[in-house]
T-cell receptor, first 112, second 115 residues
C-alpha cells in the first residue's frame, strides 16, 4: 500500500541545535515534495518545495533534501528557536494532477 | 486581507442535521480544495475544483456536496451529519491544478463537532 510516514513522536530539541525531521514514503514516485508548518488552531503554511531532480533546497535556516532512491526527504532547521515549535508536514504529489497527499506530521518542540 | 477565509471557525451541531461551510480566496487562484483533518491530525483531501469544475472526489460519502459558484468560492454542504464527521475541515487554493508543483494556501479551518 502507499504510505507517507513521518515520526509520530514529538521531537524535542534545545534552542540553537539543528532539528532534523524525516519523511519516508513507499510505493510513490513523486516529482515534487513539499514541506508545511502547522501551528495549533491554524492551517498549514507552505515552507519549501523540492523537485525530484534536486538533491537539496535551502531557505534561510531551512534545508530540505530529497533522495528518490531511499524514498526519503529530510527537513532541517538550523539554529532552532522556540518560535520554530510547531507540527511539520511533508506532502507529495501522488501521480494525479491536483492531488497533494500529506504525511502524518511531526511535532517539534524547541526548548530554552 | 486574509488570503483564504473560511466560515464559521467553529460549528457544533447534532447528528442528523445539515450544515454548510463557506470558503473564499482572494489570491486569484484557479484551483480550490477541501481537506479533512481528523483527531490524529491526518490531513486528507476530499475534493478539488478547478475553475468551478470538480476534478477530484476522493471517495467521500455523497452526504458531502461541494459547490463552487465561481472560482473564488468553494462551499461544502454536509447532509445528515454523523458523529464520525467531527473533524477540522480546511479549505485551500493553489494557482493551478498541478498542486505538486504549486504550494497550497490554506484557510484556518472549521472545527466541526457533531454531538
Amino acid at each position: 500500500s502507499q504510505k507517507i510516514e513521518q515520526n509520530s513522536e514529538a521531537l524535542n530539541i534545545q534552542e540553537g541545535k539543528t532539528a532534523t525531521l524525516t519523511c519516508n514514503y513507499t510505493n510513490y514516485s513523486p516529482a515534487y515534495l513539499q514541506w508545511y508548518r502547522q501551528d495549533p488552531g491554524r492551517g498549514p503554511v507552505f515552507l519549501l518545495l523540492i523537485r525530484e531532480n534536486e538533491k537539496e533546497k535551502r531557505k534561510e535556516r531551512l534545508k530540505v533534501t530529497f533522495d528518490t532512491t531511499l524514498k526519503q526527504s529530510l527537513f532541517h532547521i538550523t539554529a532552532s528557536q522556540p518560535a520554530d515549535s510547531a507540527t511539520y508536514l511533508c506532502a507529495l504529489d501522488t501521480g494525479t494532477a491536483s492531488k497533494l497527499t500529506f504525511g502524518t506530521g511531526t511535532r517539534l518542540q524547541v526548548t530554552l | 486581507d486574509t488570503a483564504v477565509s473560511q466560515t464559521p471557525k467553529y460549528l457544533v451541531t447534532q447528528m442528523g442535521n445539515d450544515k454548510s461551510i463557506k470558503c473564499e480566496q482572494n489570491l486569484g487562484h484557479d484551483t480550490m480544495y477541501w481537506y479533512k483533518q481528523d483527531s490524529k491530525k491526518f490531513l486528507k483531501i476530499m475534493f478539488s475544483y478547478n475553475n468551478k469544475e470538480l476534478i477530484i472526489n476522493e471517495t467521500v460519502p455523497n452526504r458531502f456536496s461541494p459547490k463552487s459558484p465561481d472560482k473564488a468560492h468553494l462551499n461544502l454542504h454536509i447532509n445528515s451529519l454523523e458523529l464520525g464527521d467531527s473533524a477540522v475541515y480546511f479549505c485551500a487554493s493553489s494557482p493551478s491544478t498541478a498542486s505538486g508543483r504549486s504550494p497550497l494556501h490554506f484557510g484556518n479551518g472549521t472545527r466541526l463537532t457533531v454531538t
